[in-house]
């Protein structure tokens, strides 16, 4: 079956250009862009959204054919630009508690335990940043914030209407703005382990130079671990509630 541009016009062309978007967005929105959650999963849920959506947007979008492949191409590459842009952000989101679990195993011994994250693409994360994201998956989900990640695929309409030039001004705006606060909030994270480390590391110093016969790394690495569980038990609840607000708060200027 061969299909020539002036069949890609009504319906179809809105189709075509809303699934362009939506696979684009939902291939990378966490947690259902994580690497755990199969390929095709994903591809029959963008097409479920697509399908569900493009009656609701499909006056933004052209009517007519384009005159020629070229603009075809042009059209489908801004919506799939859309797409990776708001996915990308979103993601980038999701890996603040990422950031911070790697800077608290760092402080309590356990940076050299490198084990695979499945919310990474595969890549290897310390033990204490794949425990976190982990968990913060499994609150998102809880606490019904899932939501915002697909309502994110239409607000992105709203964000970035279809046929208009990309806002390349405002997509930079946004991106340092988000980047920048899912790197501060993983340093809020972890100061309390910053801290302890310091104070930790600084009275073993102390130690090592009063009795440089005792082993104190093999003193040390126990204690610190021990301790270091200690007050990641005790802080873990406020550290999660912090990440879904600013979660909650974030996706939602996608909406």
């Known amino acids: 079956m061969t299909i020539t541009l002036p069949t890609l016009s009504g319906v179809v062309l809105v189709y075509l250009l809303v699934f362009a978007r939506t696979g684009a967005m939902v291939m990378l929105l966490p947690p259902i862009g994580d690497s755990n959650v199969p390929a095709r999963v994903r591809l029959m849920l963008a097409l479920a ?48 508690i990422s950031v911070a679990g790697t800077i608290i195993a760092a402080q309590i011994g356990l940076s050299y335990a490198q084990t695979l994250d499945p919310t990474s693409n595969g890549q290897q994360g310390a033990v204490i940043g794949n425990f976190l994201s982990l968990l913060a998956v499994v609150l998102v989900f809880g606490a019904n914030l ?47 382990f910053l801290v302890f480390g310091f104070a930790v590391n600084a009275g073993f110093g102390v130690l090592a130079r009063m009795m440089p016969q005792l082993q104190v790394f093999f003193v040390a690495t126990p204690l610190n671990i021990t301790v270091g569980f200690v007050v990641l038990t005790l802080l873990l609840g406020t550290m999660m509630t912090l990440f879904l607000n600013f979660y909650a708060t974030q996706m939602g200027s996608f909406l």
């Open 49 to 96: 959204i697509a399908i569900t959506l493009a009656p609701t947007v499909a006056s933004a979008y052209p009517q007519t054919a384009p005159q020629n492949i070229a603009a075809l191409t042009v059209m489908i590459a801004q919506e799939v630009t859309v797409g990776i842009l708001v996915g990308t952000l979103a993601h980038v989101i999701m890996s603040s």
């Open 146 to 192: 899932h939501h915002l990640a697909i309502g994110a695929v239409s607000g992105s309409y709203h964000l970035i209407p279809p046929g208009t030039s990309l806002p390349t001004g405002d997509m930079a705006e946004m991106a340092i703005r988000i980047v920048s606060g899912s790197f501060l909030l993983g340093f809020q994270l972890a100061a309390p």
